[in-house]
């Protein structure tokens, strides 16, 4: 789509398309990611939304090649824009252990896990494994290391970052540890931050100091960031663009404002209902999605939200297409995988 | 509405054990004075961030763990529960029951879901055979699960539905009060909606009282109809739940209002956002004065020498804040 007005997201970062990982398992393969594509563009902010199961995580994984073992990736491109070179780099068909990939892992593109208590080696101080990331990936003595991780502890808010650098992880809290993940992985100044549920594990007024760090962090550095989340609030905080994932599959994505004020998908209209809102306290009952997430292995004939859904039609016997909602949005990047956006007849 | 739970001075102090001869060095004071209480078929939130001391505090009024000091007088009777023996409590365990927040853990793996939910029934001898059964089927039903259900073993199950099990059993004994611990915090958004939903038929039904313990200000907003905020083993506020988030009195439910992320990016534009410096104190070594005050941005001198106390501010509305009558604290 020919857009009038260039925002200074239009150049691309890394474009992924029909991405598919699948686990083989005894019973069956599990697509746990199936025909995802989007894209991220230079410094932006892409949220990925959905419940558990719905394959975020695996997404975000498969992006890195770190997908746990029998997993692998079937499927689909994954192009990523180097900082100086003109032609993209396919991840999904670089070696997981090839030096390439060993380049941008943690260098190029680096990621952030939920958990900072699982995350963190107990046996090293938190200087030493920040200390590791940067002599892995340039030249630079230890010594030269070591200065370099106490100015990153600081410099994700940490106070007194010379003592800090020589401790254990129990011996920082939780939004610390956190604090240390994020100095972690952007010592070596990656241009993707892909950060994987990072404040689920932490209290609402912690998680409000590590996003606005990471919000801080991303205009000083100009990073871009993939912000995996089943909270929409932090969706809706954060994100310049919404990608909403169910079943290993994309059914909607769009600007924030095109997802949180006008969802066309009947999954993401449910989502955005089913939420608590403070300070809404007028009705009673909240309206609820009936039912629960299919299981991966018998996934229904069709749209997988299909036995879910209020406006189920025949034609949800089909898998629709994600396709582009002309006229419908300002943005004209609002796409959504439904029967009910998609023109039949054009798809013979 | 009349009192069906009365709670005062509520303290629960864990010893902090060291060398040998395990000599107590000093206290975790979990639950440190709190007052609260609970009116007849009504939903009390108790909310506060980890480590405020809202679990141990729910644990305390079940006697699942001994509380230091502090009375809880329960029912009609006017009994005091912290005060009865193991066998004079017996009774009335039929009539305060707990929903756990994990419901993978919360349920023996080796059970069917109907020897889970008729085990509080056999074990008080309230129904046997047939009637149990009955009772049983009728138990799932009213939390949406199918008479089918008995014979299956609760990994067949999603989360979800486990939870639905574990309500379903503590319905079993015909509660008037239960506890509910994080009950939806494990689950995914859209089956989230569907257990608060669930329990708040339920309490229209059966005439039920909860405690609703929660991290999440919105869920506990939703279902309850009045909230206590915890802060470090201490009530910061209590009052009416539209009263606390439209008009927080205290800075720290004030800060917490202002932590949720809303689901809405224009508004969320827009608002102010107070961030909290540093993390919550340890609590066996609380700051002095104000437990809130190394991290208050409306603290003066006052606040570090002196501990304020819970006090009525408005009808329904309790603070422990020095400055509550003169600061001006912004809701949602």
Redesign the interface.
């Known amino acids: 789509m020919a857009s009038a007005e260039k925002t200074p997201y239009e150049k691309p970062l890394l474009e992924i398309s029909g991405l598919k990982t699948v686990f083989p398992t005894d019973d069956g393969i599990v697509n746990a990611v199936n025909d995802v594509s989007f894209s991220i563009a230079r410094g932006q902010t892409v949220g990925v939304v959905g419940e558990s199961g719905c394959g975020k995580s695996i997404t975000g994984l498969s992006m890195l090649q770190l997908v746990p073992s029998p997993g692998r990736i079937e499927a689909g491109e994954i192009l990523f824009h180097r900082n100086g070179t003109d032609a993209p780099i396919d991840i999904a068909q670089v070696s997981p252990k090839s030096e390439l990939m060993r380049q941008i892992r943690g260098n190029e593109i680096a990621i952030i896990f939920q958990e900072p208590m699982t995350s963190l080696n107990p046996v090293y101080t938190v200087g030493n494994q920040i200390a590791e990331a940067i002599v892995l990936h340039e030249q630079v003595d230890k010594k030269t290391a070591h200065e370099r991780a106490i100015e990153m502890i600081a410099r994700v808010g940490i106070p007194a970052p010379a003592q800090r650098v020589d401790e254990y992880p129990h011996q920082l809290s939780g939004g610390m540890r956190q604090r240390i993940m994020i100095a972690m992985a952007l010592c070596c100044s990656p241009s993707l931050l892909i950060a994987d549920e990072p404040t689920t594990a932490l209290d609402v007024t912690i998680q409000a100091q590590v996003l606005g760090l990471m919000q801080e962090l991303q205009a000083e550095m100009g990073m871009a960031i993939m912000l995996i989340t089943h909270d929409l609030g932090v969706i809706a905080d954060f994100a310049d663009e919404v990608v909403v994932m169910y079943s290993g599959r994309v059914v909607e994505k769009g600007t924030v404002d095109d997802i949180f004020y006008n969802p066309l998908h009947p999954y993401t209209q449910g989502l955005l209902k089913s939420i608590p809102v403070l300070g809404r306290t007028a009705e009673k009952t909240l309206p609820s999605i009936p039912g629960t997430v299919p299981h991966p292995l018998t996934l229904p004939v069709g749209c997988s939200f299909g036995p879910r859904c209020p406006e189920r039609m025949p034609e949800c016997d089909q898998m629709p297409e994600l396709a582009e909602t002309d006229g419908k949005t300002e943005n004209g990047r609002h796409t959504v995988r439904c029967w009910l956006h998609t023109d039949l007849e054009g798809k013979g | 509405m009349t009192k069906l739970l009365e709670v005062n001075d509520l303290r629960k102090h864990f010893p902090i054990q060291k060398g040998i001869f395990q000599r107590t060095v000093g206290y975790v004071k979990a639950v440190d004075g709190i007052n609260f209480d609970v009116q007849r078929g009504e939903t009390l939130g108790l909310v506060g961030?980890?480590g405020c001391g809202k679990t141990t505090a729910g644990r305390c009024l079940l006697r699942l763990i001994p509380p230091t000091s502090g009375s809880f007088i329960f029912g009609e009777e006017e009994v005091d529960l912290a005060k009865l023996t193991p066998h004079e409590m017996r009774p009335f365990r039929r009539r305060i029951q707990m929903i756990f927040q994990d419901p993978h853990a919360s349920l023996n793996p080796r059970m069917t879901v109907g020897d889970i939910v008729g085990e509080p029934m056999r074990v008080n001898r309230t129904e046997q055979g047939s009637a149990l059964q009955d009772r049983v089927v009728e138990l799932l039903e009213s939390v949406g699960l199918q008479s089918q259900d008995t014979r299956r073993y609760p990994h067949a199950f999603?989360g979800?539905?486990r939870q639905r099990i574990g309500i379903a059993r503590a319905l079993a004994l015909q509660p008037e009060l239960i506890v509910a611990d994080e009950p939806v915090s494990a689950l995914?958004?859209?089956?989230?909606?569907?257990i608060?939903?669930l329990l708040?038929e339920l309490r229209e039904k059966f005439q039920l009282s909860y405690i609703f313990i929660a991290?999440d200000?919105?869920?506990v907003?939703?279902i309850s109809d009045r909230v206590a905020v915890m802060y470090l083993g201490k009530i910061a506020e209590i009052s009416d739940?539209?009263t606390l988030?439209?008009s927080p009195k205290h800075p720290y439910t004030e800060?917490?209002?202002?932590?949720?992320?809303?689901?809405?990016?224009?508004a969320?534009r827009k608002r102010e956002?107070i961030?909290?410096?540093g993390?919550?104190p340890d609590p066996s070594n609380p700051p002095t004065g104000c437990y809130f005050h190394p991290r208050c941005r409306y603290a003066t001198d006052i606040c570090k020498q002196e501990t304020p106390e819970l006090r009525q501010v408005a009808q329904g509305v309790q603070v422990a804040c020095h400055h509550s009558d003169t600061l001006e604290l912004q809701?949602?």
Do not use: T
């Open positions: 961030e980890s999603s979800g539905q995914d958004v859209s089956v989230q909606a569907q608060l939903n708040a991290h200000l919105s869920v907003e939703h739940a539209e988030y439209q800060a917490l209002i202002s932590a949720v992320p809303l689901p809405d990016p224009k969320q956002h961030r909290l410096e993390d919550v809701g949602v």
